[in-house]
């Protein structure tokens, strides 16, 4: 079973930035699919971004146009860029290692969790 470990996260100010990265235990070119999932206090945990082996993506409606993902191959590695923070973008943000199916929501989480990053951000 594939292992991630998240990091990256810290406490910004309305309209930073931050660089979460998610490393797994093998090549992240190999695993079907991988996704960046977010857990505010008292909410669900929300899918809010994620990406085939193939390199295509999807994002939430809350994050389109302000998160991008991206990897690095050669470190086993996936990166989400989170720009233009709001406060309500708070959360612990999980990696996870899944797969894809057909239609539009095409991300299916797997068994493999990090233990989390948390992400404040501050008005």
């Known amino acids: 079973q594939v292992q991630v470990v998240e990091s990256g996260g810290g406490l910004v100010q309305a309209g930073g930035s931050l660089r979460l990265s998610c490393v797994a235990s093998?090549?992240?070119?190999?695993?079907?699919?991988m996704g960046w999932y977010r857990q505010a206090p008292g909410k669900q945990r929300e899918l809010v971004a994620a990406?085939?082996?193939?390199?295509?993506?999807m994002y939430s409606d809350s994050v389109k146009d302000r998160f991008t993902l991206s990897r690095d191959n050669a470190n086993n590695t996936l990166y989400l860029e989170v720009n233009g923070l709001k406060p309500e973008d708070t959360a612990v943000y999980y990696c996870?290692?899944?797969?894809?199916?057909?239609?539009?929501?095409?991300?299916?989480?797997?068994?493999?969790w990090g233990q989390g990053t948390q992400v404040t951000v501050s008005s």
């Open positions: 093998k090549s992240v070119f190999k695993i079907g699919a």
């Open positions: 990406m085939t082996s193939f390199g295509r993506t």
């Open positions: 996870n290692a899944g797969w894809s199916r057909g239609g539009s929501n095409w991300y299916v989480p797997g068994n493999s």
